[in-house]
């Protein structure tokens, strides 16, 4: 079955300093693979994703996610994080060949940027 | 929140009422979900639909209902026989959901529905 795992809950960082959300992935076949970033009482919105070719995708506000097919990950970076990056980020996968239609989502992780 | 309105914001459903949540979007995207958050589970899906005219239940599409009868719409009715609607409730679309689409998905601003 394809999962998603996001396996801290909260990642706190000062500003200024890089951060760092982790993401891994469980699927048959080739990945899809999505970054979202929701702020409170809102929805969520396209950070950046992961189709073929380089394994370094940069997205929106500065954030890039490599993608490493042996440690199954995906995990979301950003050099120097800002105040305003505090927010709730969601790793979602989808696998093309695995015969489902489906987004997976992961269970999301806060970022809590300290100023 | 891209081209996708929900309304509305805030609702309150008493026990053994039937809601209904909308969701209209004008980025002519053939392929629309709802999801439903809640803390520390993530999104789960209820149901989606790829064309007008068609829909699929998804994981937890128990208690829900859905309707396509314009590419533009897919209202969600929560009915009373969901037991635990409280929640945040997310819909979203993309360009299509063939099989080996990798377009992402553009959410609403969401709906949060309280049982009284």
């Known amino acids: 079955a394809q999962s998603v795992a996001q396996p801290e809950d909260q990642v706190n960082v000062a500003e200024g300093n890089p951060l760092t959300v982790k993401c891994t992935y469980s699927?048959?076949?080739?990945?899809?693979l999505f970054w979202y970033v929701q702020y409170p009482n809102r929805g969520l919105q396209f950070l950046l994703k992961?189709?073929?070719?380089?394994?370094l995708v940069k997205g929106s506000y500065g954030f890039e996610a490599e993608f490493n097919k042996s440690q199954t990950s995906f995990h979301l970076k950003k050099p120097s994080a800002l105040v305003s990056d505090s927010a709730l980020y969601f790793c979602?996968?989808?696998?093309?060949?695995?015969?489902?239609?489906?987004?997976?989502f992961g269970t999301g992780t806060r970022l809590k940027v300290l100023a | 929140d891209g081209g996708i309105t929900q309304s509305p914001k805030y609702l309150f459903r008493k026990e053994g009422q039937n809601v209904t949540l909308s969701c209209e979007q004008n980025l002519n995207h053939d392929a629309m979900y709802w999801y439903r958050q809640d803390p520390g589970q993530g999104l789960r899906l209820i149901y989606y639909s790829q064309i007008v005219n068609d829909f699929q239940k998804g994981d937890i599409a128990e208690g829900y209902s859905v309707s396509r009868e314009k590419k533009e719409s897919f209202p969600l009715t929560v009915t009373s026989a969901q037991k635990n609607p409280t929640a945040f409730y997310l819909c979203a679309s993309s360009i299509s959901s063939g099989r080996r689409t990798y377009n992402e998905q553009f959410f609403g601003p969401g709906t949060r529905l309280t049982v009284l």
């Open positions: 992961y189709i073929t070719g380089d394994n």
């Open positions: 699927v048959s076949g080739n990945p899809y």
């Open positions: 979602a996968v989808r696998a093309p060949t695995s015969g489902t239609y489906k987004y997976i």
